[in-house]
């Protein structure tokens, strides 16, 4: 490997890295924050939210794009630490680079047509990574120096002689760490919350239920301005259908409402308002939030089917449906479609869009109260009046059980 070749590796590695460390970042902020919006969302063609959520974002839950920094990362440090002069256990260096790099090219290939031809979109991030998998693939091809039907042979021995220079060790061993750290704490589309078991012990530390209801009584009290209707303890949920935290809380908070519904017949009211992540009926909201663009569509359905008796029917084949009907609306199709067929299917509706209409302003009036009471996540919780949702997320089942029992005996004291 030449010095020039060294250099043109290093730069093309370090600005791949950039490019694929901005669109991880992007890709986080996007699972952490239902009201991020990408810098790199610049309209409907040119789209970095819609590959990252996309079945082709993500290997196995772990992101292409944590991936391709890893990737970016090692390319780099064989090309940091190779000795332009030197033959032997280095002299193969250009060789292994043009292997990952024949690798890497094949993944960019795949994923460059999945992002135009079947996501019908480009991502900018995106594209800056693909460029520089190309460079290397270019510069190490003309920089190998060792066969590569030989390398299997010599790979053991030459990772052996990584040993014998104490700070190429030290940062083979750094590496592997950061990357099992990075793919172990990335975070995953959320899933239900672990709900203990009916009649199981508690599983809260001892003495927390004494300090989590002198916490609880510190709190401030929100008028929500929904009625009791001869309830001691009023839930109030803001909730899209197509969010995936909505989803994971409605089953791991069902069945502790089931039992009070038992135990306490009709002390415990849920009520669920409308806060969908489509700009469509939510005017606090920048824009769409991608693969959310029908959650007006399916807000109204619920409202629909409760006027005829079915809300829970409806809310129940939303949520079982949502991953469908979210890669609908990220491949740029119309997810709404199924959901018109579904009202049609169970409520008899014909005329899906004049109910529809009709129905968007009261879904406005819920987008207003959560825009009063600064709704910025799907979904927010309040327990008769105390907001439970904060930036670290919802309570956990057993402790949202636990402010219900609070809320309830305080009530039976009055």
Not at 42 to 68: D, E, H, K, M
Not at 203 to 230: H, I, K, M, S, Y
Not at 298 to 306: G, H, I, S, W
Request: glycine letters at 8%.
């Amino acid at each position: 490997m030449t010095p020039r070749n060294r250099i043109l590796l290093l730069g093309f590695s370090l600005v791949g890295f950039a490019f694929a460390a901005a669109a991880a970042w992007v890709h986080y902020r996007l699972l952490t924050d239902p009201g991020y919006v990408s810098p790199c969302d610049v309209n409907a063609t040119f789209n970095c939210t819609q590959a990252y959520l996309s079945r082709f974002g993500s290997i196995g839950g772990v992101p292409v794009a944590l991936g391709g920094t890893m990737w970016f990362a090692l390319v780099g440090l064989i090309a940091a630490f190779t000795r332009p002069s030197e033959r032997g256990t280095e002299g193969a260096a250009g060789s292994y680079i043009f292997a990952l790099a024949t690798v890497g090219l094949a993944a960019v290939l795949y994923l460059g047509y999945a992002s135009f031809f079947i996501l019908k979109t480009a991502c900018l991030l995106c594209m800056g990574t693909y460029a520089s998998v190309a460079g290397i693939f270019i510069v190490s091809g003309l920089a190998g120096s060792e066969p590569m039907m030989r390398l299997p042979a010599r790979l053991f021995g030459d990772l052996r002689a990584i040993g014998s220079r104490p700070v190429v060790l030290v940062t083979a061993i750094l590496f592997v760490t950061g990357a099992a750290s990075a793919v172990a704490f990335f975070p995953r589309e959320m899933t239900a919350p672990a709900v203990p078991a009916q009649g199981a012990a508690s599983t809260l530390p001892v003495g927390f239920e004494a300090q989590f209801a002198n916490a609880w009584a510190q709190q401030p009290r929100v008028d929500l301005g929904v009625p009791a209707a001869g309830a001691a303890v009023v839930i109030v949920k803001f909730n899209d259908y197509l969010c995936p935290a909505c989803k994971a809380y409605e089953a791991a908070y069902q069945p502790i409402l089931d039992k009070y519904a038992k135990s306490n017949p009709g002390a415990v009211k849920l009520v669920s308002k409308d806060w969908p992540w489509s700009s469509d009926c939510n005017a606090s909201i920048r824009q769409s939030i991608h693969g959310h663009e029908s959650s007006c569509v399916a807000a109204a359905a619920v409202r629909m089917a409760k006027d005829r008796g079915k809300g829970d029917e409806m809310a129940a084949w939303l949520f079982s449906n949502q991953t469908q009907l979210t890669d609908l609306n990220l491949r740029g199709a119309d997810g709404g479609a199924p959901i018109k067929a579904e009202a049609a299917r169970l409520l008899g509706i014909s005329d899906f869009d004049a109910e529809y209409r009709a129905k968007v302003p009261e879904i406005q009036r819920d987008v207003a109260d959560g825009a009063r009471l600064q709704v910025h996540s799907t979904p927010t919780f309040y327990i008769n009046g105390v907001l439970t949702t904060t930036d670290q997320g919802n309570l956990r089942p057993d402790v949202f059980d636990l402010a219900i029992k609070i809320e309830l005996e305080k009530g039976s004291k009055k």
